[in-house]
C-alpha cells in the first residue's frame, strides 16, 4: 500500500485547508486511518483518526470541533477549519492494517498558519 498526500500551504488565522490521503497499491485493506503533525522542534502527535469500516473518529483535544476526518472508497481527508498559528507543522497519513500488523506512511505535506 502506498499513501500519497496532497494539499497544505500557507494560509492565515481562521482559513480552511483540507488534506487528502489517497492509498494505492494491492494488499488487504488497512482498517484504521490517522493524521499526525510535527512542528518544529516537537513531538510527532495524533491529530486525528478514523476507522475504515465504521467510519468511528477520535480527536485530540486542540482540534476537536475544528478539523474532520473523513474518509472514501480509497482516500482519507482532514478538513482544517479555524486554522490557527500553532496548527503549524508537517501533516502525515498513516494507515494501518490490524491482519498484517503493518503501517504505511505518507509523504508529509506543511501547513502554514500566519497570525
Known amino acids: 500500500v502506498q499513501l500519497h498526500q496532497s494539499g497544505g500551504g500557507l494560509v492565515r488565522a481562521g482559513d480552511s485547508l483540507r488534506l487528502s490521503c489517497a492509498a494505492s497499491g494491492t494488499g488487504p485493506k488497512p482498517d484504521v486511518a490517522r493524521w499526525y503533525r510535527q512542528a518544529p522542534g516537537k513531538q510527532r502527535e495524533l491529530v486525528a483518526g478514523i476507522t475504515i469500516n465504521g467510519g468511528n473518529t477520535n480527536y485530540t483535544d486542540s482540534v476537536r470541533g475544528r478539523f474532520t476526518i473523513s474518509r472514501d472508497s480509497n482516500t482519507v481527508y482532514l478538513q482544517m477549519n479555524s486554522l490557527k498559528p500553532e496548527d503549524t507543522a508537517v501533516y502525515y497519513c498513516?494507515?494501518?492494517?490490524?491482519?498484517?500488523?503493518?503501517?504505511?506512511w505518507g509523504q508529509g505535506t506543511q501547513v502554514t498558519v500566519s497570525p
Open positions: 498513516m494507515a494501518k492494517s490490524l491482519i498484517l500488523q503493518a503501517s504505511y
